[in-house]
Nanobody, 124 residues
């Protein structure tokens, strides 16, 4: 019943910005941890960002720290990933997911439900 739908990806140039959205249906997201992951061609899925229940804590991969911001809008039941100063190495399919715990995790195997992904392509 729980569904996650990512949107907001696209083709941009290095230095541009994008905001990804993850619309969640079937449950409220206020008191759960949500994460963003990405997978580039030929690469393993990697952690990007996580936000804990009640947005008490956030964490980011070192490669995106200072450039990306994870947030949520409980009214819209939506999690966002604001991506600034995009680099070619950010090119990947981006996925949002529901964490099993309250505080969030950087391990993909600890997430219960995943969206279908949205493509982000950054040209050099």
């Amino acid at each position: 019943q729980v569904q996650l739908v990512e949107s907001g990806g696209g083709l941009v140039q290095a230095g541009d910005s994008l905001r990804l959205s993850c619309q969640v249906s079937g449950r409220t997201i206020t008191n759960i941890a949500m994460g963003w992951f990405r997978q580039a061609p030929g690469k393993e899925r990697e952690f990007v960002a996580v936000i804990s229940y009640a947005s008490a804590r956030t964490d980011y991969a070192a490669s995106v720290k200072g450039r990306f911001t994870i947030s949520r809008d409980n009214t819209k039941n939506t999690v966002y990933l604001q991506m600034n100063n995009l680099k070619p190495e950010d090119t990947a399919v981006y996925y949002c997911a529901v964490d099993r715990g309250l505080w969030g995790s950087s391990k993909a195997e600890e997430y219960d439900t995943w969206g279908q992904g949205t493509q982000v392509t950054v040209s050099s």
